[in-house]
């Protein structure tokens, strides 16, 4: 059973033209995150919802924002999407954000920029 | 923060053989440690973890390792399959999950 779900699976966007990709969990998880991920590299954090309270990687660019309305849904907002944000974008989940819990991870949406 | 780094890069075995991938982590306060599995197109999926009160973890022909001292955790995979193929991270974390930058292993039939 999907217990992270990510829509769409794959986007495509112009460049410039806002995006979000959605995120919901059935988990009851405190925290969710948001993971970039680009070919051949590592996942990234983006940064991570604390049940209310929002955390930004101290290197996320402006661009990037995220809303998060309750605790079953996150979303990733892309204000002007560049060529350069082209990437596998991850939600993850975990219970709690005592760094000791592992993360449940959706399927990903494959963003493109054309 | 964290940085966790992974070697090799790349790793290609014959099926049957054993194969090492090791990782070295900077934070001293880190205390959890997972391998993710990654198959091209598809989300990254624990396979094993160990915690910091433990030096070694197995689970069937996975095994995974911590030297808290030197900050270096390694995995082990015995006698590999070609399904094992894929990607593998690992990561470290005291609060949030810092990824290395991951190893491409293909197994050889």
């Known amino acids: 059973d999907a217990m992270v779900i990510q829509n769409p699976r794959y986007q495509v966007t112009q460049f410039g033209k806002p995006v979000t990709l959605s995120c919901s969990q059935t988990?009851?998880?405190?925290?969710m995150y948001w993971y970039q991920q680009k070919s051949s590299q590592a996942p990234k954090l983006l940064f991570h919802?604390?049940?209310?309270?929002?955390?930004n990687e101290a290197d996320t660019p402006d661009n990037f924002q995220s809303r998060r309305p309750n605790t079953s849904f996150c979303f990733l907002d892309i204000r002007s999407p560049g060529l350069g944000d082209a990437a596998m974008y991850l939600c993850?989940?975990?219970?709690?954000?005592?760094?000791?819990?592992?993360?449940?991870f959706g399927s990903g949406t494959q963003l493109s920029v054309l | 923060g964290e940085n966790v780094e992974q070697h090799p890069s790349t790793l290609s075995v014959q099926e049957g053989d054993s194969a090492v991938i090791k990782c070295t982590y900077s934070d001293s306060a880190s205390n959890y440690f997972p391998w993710y599995k990654q198959e091209l197109g598809k989300r990254p999926q624990l396979i094993i973890d160990i915690r910091s009160n433990v030096g070694e973890k197995k689970d069937q022909r996975i095994a995974v390792t911590l030297n808290k001292t030197a900050k270096h955790f390694s995995l082990h995979i015995t006698e590999t399959q070609p399904e094992d193929s894929a990607v593998y991270f690992c990561?470290?974390?005291?609060?949030?999950?810092?990824f290395g930058a991951g190893t491409r292993l293909t197994v050889k039939p």
């Open positions: 919802y604390y049940d209310k309270d929002f955390n």
């Open positions: 990561a470290a974390s005291n609060h949030d999950m810092r």
């Open positions: 993850a989940t975990s219970r709690d954000r005592t760094g000791r819990e592992k993360l449940f």
């Open positions: 988990l009851n998880h405190n925290v």
